[in-house]
């Protein structure tokens, strides 16, 4: 008994004894700060409230859904559109932090029911925002990849550190009831528009959009979950799980950081070897053509086999072989089969090297203002006819479109009129022809031997819609009302067809379409 007493003191005693060896130093730091962190840091933290707030906010409820499908609805717009901001609105309604916060905090509490919670509003949360957006996406004219699109769609180990980076922000900030900086969180962490993508590659059967757009929501979330639940631990946050499975819990973790660091790091090795191909071939041709030449600019096809560059050299002196000795040297340089295709344009000197190369890179820039251009119609005109954006003809070079629009409900034949003047009032130099359907034409009033004031809008509608349709018009009135309307149509080379009518109202006349075979006949 008394040598088990003994034992005991000495092991006390040996607890209590400072650190001695070449380390003393340091282990009596980590002690301290340790020390310091549990009363100063861990003290004033309100662990109930912290986890109040995180749970109020973790469930799955019908303003949850709706939020959710609200922010999946503008973020698919916004990535259509190319918009950044209204991307940005996406993410700031997004409420899937929520449930991702909580699912973190009750991983590291060992709350078992909170993370089926949390995570049932995570999982319902994911398949309402990917299938709203796809819903938006089948519905809509404009299924093209966009800037803002593809941007989600190569996710790489820098995207694991901005998650990174904000989660531990997020965490912080919830810890310390500092919740303001959770707006900042969310626009950094962007959960909502990858899987607003994932939406789109689903909707347009796009798979390579799809995989890489998921992998990158998937990496936010795992990200802002376990980081949430490092910072609770670290925190103090009281748990119920034992020793061990604490252990493996952190084991877990680091597992899953790893899984997901080693595909991300390969696609950024990917990308950083592919802007050394671009630098090393820019280089090069550079220093092949020497400084009185300018290289105006290189273009690379990394989906060709071989890679594919593209280049355009302004220089005063044409070189024989160029491409070839550049794509010999190059691909030794990079230990890969590469094809240079260089196109030389021959300038007097360096000075009109630089002119030519300005000239182009203007030239380019309107070039690409047009496509800009040129694309908005096409989609503008399919919207507002409701056709695919296949379906609008464009004449660049007349700077004409044209567009056979499909019977919408509830439409006449003003709405379609008012819709080809809005699209033309935004495309300045274009023309813009917009086909409706034979739809029913109005009423003309005729008054003192001309037609009314009141029909003169009437009368234009009537005008612009034989004109796009190119049918003739019958009419139907008096003698001397028809006479009257006639002379106003064929004076816009309208063909008319005369239908006398014995009880027709004095001073109105009815018009409608008549079939070609019609035209000659007088009904």
Same mark, same amino acid.
């Given at each position: 008994?008394?040598?088990?007493?003994?034992?005991?003191?000495?092991?006390?005693?040996?607890?209590?004894?400072?650190?001695?060896?070449?380390?003393?130093?340091?282990?009596?730091?980590?002690?301290?700060?340790?020390?310091?962190?549990?009363?100063?840091?861990?003290a004033?933290?309100?662990?109930?409230?912290?986890i109040?707030?995180?749970?109020?906010?973790?469930?799955?409820?019908?303003?949850? !859904?709706?939020?959710?499908?609200?922010?999946?609805?503008?973020? %698919?717009?916004?990535?259509?559109?190319?918009?950044? *901001?209204?991307?940005?609105?996406?993410?700031?309604? #997004?409420?899937?932090?929520?449930?991702?916060?909580?699912?973190?905090?009750?991983?590291?509490?060992?709350?078992?029911?909170?993370?089926? @919670?949390?995570?049932?509003?995570?999982?319902?949360?994911?398949i309402?925002?990917?299938?709203?957006?796809?819903?938006?996406?089948?519905?809509?004219? +404009?299924?093209?990849?966009?800037?803002?699109?593809?941007?989600?769609?190569?996710?790489?180990?820098?995207?694991?550190?901005?998650? +990174?980076?904000?989660?531990?922000?997020?965490?912080?900030?919830?810890?310390?009831?500092?919740?303001?900086?959770?707006?900042?969180?969310?626009?950094?962490?962007?959960?909502?528009?990858?899987?607003?993508?994932?939406?789109?590659?689903? !909707?347009?059967?796009?798979?390579?959009?799809?995989g890489?757009?998921?992998?990158?929501?998937?990496?936010? &979330?795992?990200?802002?979950?376990?980081?949430?639940?490092?910072?609770?631990?670290?925190y103090?946050?009281? /748990?119920?799980?034992?020793?061990r499975?604490?252990?493996?819990?952190?084991?877990?973790?680091?597992?899953?950081?790893?899984?997901?660091? %080693?595909?991300?790091g390969?696609?950024?090795?990917?990308? *950083?070897?592919?802007?050394?191909?671009?630098?090393?071939?820019?280089?090069?041709?550079?220093?092949?053509?020497?400084?009185?030449a300018?290289?105006?600019? %290189?273009?690379?096809?990394?989906?060709?086999?071989?890679?594919?560059?593209?280049?355009?050299?302004?220089?005063?002196?044409?070189?024989?072989? !160029?491409?070839?000795?550049?794509?010999?040297?190059?691909?030794?340089? +990079?230990?890969?089969?590469?094809?240079?295709?260089?196109?030389?344009?021959?300038?007097?000197?360096?000075?009109?090297?630089?002119?030519?190369?300005?000239?182009?890179?203007?030239a380019?820039?309107?070039?690409?203002?047009? @496509?800009?251009? @040129?694309?908005?119609l096409?989609q503008?005109?399919? &919207?507002?006819?409701?056709?695919?954006?296949?379906?609008?003809?464009?004449?660049? /070079?007349?700077?004409?479109?044209?567009?056979?629009?499909?019977?919408?409900?509830? *439409?006449? &034949?003003?709405?379609?009129?008012?819709? @080809?003047?809005?699209?033309?009032?935004?495309?300045?130099?274009?023309?813009?022809?917009?086909?409706?359907?034979?739809a029913?034409?109005?009423?003309? #009033?005729?008054?003192?031997?001309a037609?009314?004031?009141?029909?003169?809008?009437? +009368?234009?509608?009537?005008?612009?819609?034989?004109?796009?349709?190119?049918?003739?018009?019958?009419?139907?009135?008096?003698?001397?009302?028809?006479?009257?309307?006639?002379?106003?149509?064929?004076?816009?080379?309208?063909?008319?067809?005369?239908?006398?009518?014995?009880?027709?109202?004095?001073?109105?006349?009815?018009?409608?379409?008549?079939?070609?075979?019609?035209?000659?006949?007088?009904?």
């Open positions: 008994m008394k040598n088990a007493q003994a034992e005991a003191a000495s092991s006390k005693q040996s607890k209590s004894k400072p650190p001695s060896g070449p380390f003393a130093p340091v282990t009596g730091s980590i002690r301290l700060f340790r020390r310091w962190w549990q009363i100063v840091v861990r004033d933290v309100d662990q109930q409230a912290v109040e707030k995180v749970r109020e906010d973790s469930g799955f409820t019908p303003h949850f !859904a709706f939020m959710t499908s609200m922010s999946a609805g503008i973020a %698919i717009l916004g990535l259509l559109l190319s918009s950044p *901001a209204v991307v940005i609105g996406a993410m700031l309604l #997004s409420p899937l932090m929520g449930p991702i916060m909580g699912a973190g905090f009750a991983l590291a509490v060992g709350d078992s029911a909170w993370l089926r @919670e949390s995570g049932k509003a995570i999982l319902l949360g994911t309402i925002s990917i299938l709203f957006a796809g819903l938006v996406v089948t519905m809509s004219p +404009l299924q093209m990849v966009t800037a803002e699109i593809a941007a989600r769609t190569r996710p790489n180990l820098f995207d694991l550190a901005v998650a +990174l980076f904000s989660a531990l922000a997020g965490a912080y900030a919830m810890i310390r009831g500092r919740m303001g900086t959770i707006v900042g969180v969310a626009i950094a962490t962007a959960l909502m528009p990858p899987l607003a993508v994932v939406g789109f590659g689903l !909707a347009t059967l796009n798979w390579a959009v799809f890489g757009s998921l992998l990158l929501f998937f990496t936010n &979330l795992m990200t802002i979950a376990l980081t949430a639940t490092g910072m609770a631990r670290l103090g946050f009281r /748990s119920y799980l034992s020793e499975q604490s252990q493996v819990q952190v084991a877990m973790m680091a597992v899953i950081f790893i899984a997901l660091a %080693i595909p991300l390969l696609s950024l090795r990917q990308i *950083a070897w592919e802007a050394n191909v671009s630098r090393t071939a820019n280089g090069y041709i550079k220093d092949q053509f020497g400084g009185n300018s290289v105006s600019k %290189i273009e690379t096809d990394f989906d060709a086999d071989p890679i594919v560059i593209n280049a355009t050299v302004f220089t005063p002196q044409i070189l024989a072989g !160029a491409s070839e000795q550049s794509t010999r040297v190059i691909s030794r340089t +990079l230990g890969r089969a590469i094809a240079v295709k260089i196109t030389q344009f021959k300038v007097e000197s360096g000075a009109e090297a630089q002119a030519a190369e300005l000239a182009a890179a203007s380019q820039a309107q070039a690409q203002k047009a @496509e800009i251009q @040129e694309n908005r096409r503008d005109l399919a &919207l507002i006819a409701g056709v695919s954006i296949d379906d609008v003809t464009l004449d660049t /070079s007349r700077q004409r479109a044209m567009v056979i629009a499909k019977p919408l409900p509830g *439409a006449t &034949l003003a709405s379609y009129f008012a819709l @080809e003047q809005r699209v033309a009032a935004g495309a300045s130099n274009w023309t813009i022809r917009l086909q409706p359907p034979a029913a034409l109005p009423e003309l #009033s005729v008054s003192d031997g037609v009314a004031s009141s029909s003169t809008g009437d +009368l234009k509608l009537i005008i612009w819609a034989a004109n796009r349709l190119g049918l003739p018009l019958g009419i139907a009135g008096r003698e001397i009302d028809r006479a009257v309307v006639t002379k106003a149509l064929e004076d816009k080379n309208i063909p008319v067809t005369q239908q006398s009518s014995g009880n027709a109202a004095s001073g109105v006349v009815s018009v409608r379409w008549q079939a070609p075979l019609e035209s000659g006949t007088d009904q």
